[in-house]
């Protein structure tokens, strides 16, 4: 029974979303989240509000969701110089990747998570890369999540999914899916606990979330709300 899975979790919109994908498709999922020296570290204060409120006002998705897994990761800060883990203003490289771009992060996110999938007994791993608004990030590629699946698989000899459910949607679409998962209160729970902005800004509380409203992951992240609640709350 592939009923067991592990969400890769960071306190932001898209993986809080793809949590509740998860606790409405699995028996029982866990969560795993990753500190790398990250500038905007205040996401991981985030995941904890947001679970403890996941908990409380949705008790269906209470009773399947268990442990959740914390893994240092500070040697990620330490070998890559980006504005994610750097004080430096967020550019345009001349790869034409935005230097937030942390080389490789995510095959290292998805290949300790399933490290701790085998030992846990965890089939699916789940997570919200996407390749509809995405910077670019070529490790948020689905061709590249699809290879690694097949990687990791042989590499365990333990056959295990990798799942994007936000791999082919816009940001007004993750609104969207947040409202058909777990309904306004969801949608609420999202807007005031997750955390998106690259710089960490959480002094404003905005129409579509905490954040500095100018930094990419802010302008993405407002601009998807607008046009949700214009299209869903006419
Ligand atoms: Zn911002």
């Given at each position: 029974m592939k009923t067991r899975a592990l969400v890769l979790f960071s306190g932001g919109q898209d993986s809080a979303t793809c949590l509740a994908w998860a606790l409405s498709r699995y028996e029982y999922v866990e969560t795993i989240g990753f500190d790398?020296?990250?500038?905007?570290?205040?996401e991981l204060t985030c995941r904890v509000s947001v679970l403890a409120r996941l908990r409380e006002q949705f008790p269906a998705w209470a009773a399947k969701l268990g442990d959740d897994h914390m893994l240092d990761l500070s040697i990620l800060g330490k070998i890559s110089d980006t504005a994610l883990t750097q004080d430096k203003a967020v550019e345009m490289e001349s790869n034409g990747l935005p230097n937030t771009f942390v080389p490789g992060r995510n095959l290292l996110f998805f290949t300790l998570a399933a490290a701790v999938a085998y030992r846990r007994g965890l089939h699916a791993l789940v997570g919200g890369m996407c390749e509809t608004d995405f910077s670019g990030y070529p490790d948020c590629r689905d061709n590249t999540l699809k290879a690694l699946q097949v990687a990791i698989s042989l590499g365990m000899d333990a056959p295990l999914i990798i799942e994007t459910p936000l791999m082919w949607i816009n940001k007004r679409q993750t609104w969207q899916m947040a409202n058909e998962l777990g309904g306004e209160e969801f949608v609420e729970l999202i807007r005031s606990e997750t955390h998106t902005c690259y710089l960490g800004d959480r002094s404003a509380l905005h129409d579509w979330g905490y954040g500095c409203g100018k930094c990419p992951a802010c302008e993405l992240r407002a601009t998807g709300y607008k046009s949700y609640v214009a299209t869903a709350r006419p």
């Open positions: 790398y020296g990250q500038r905007h570290a205040v």
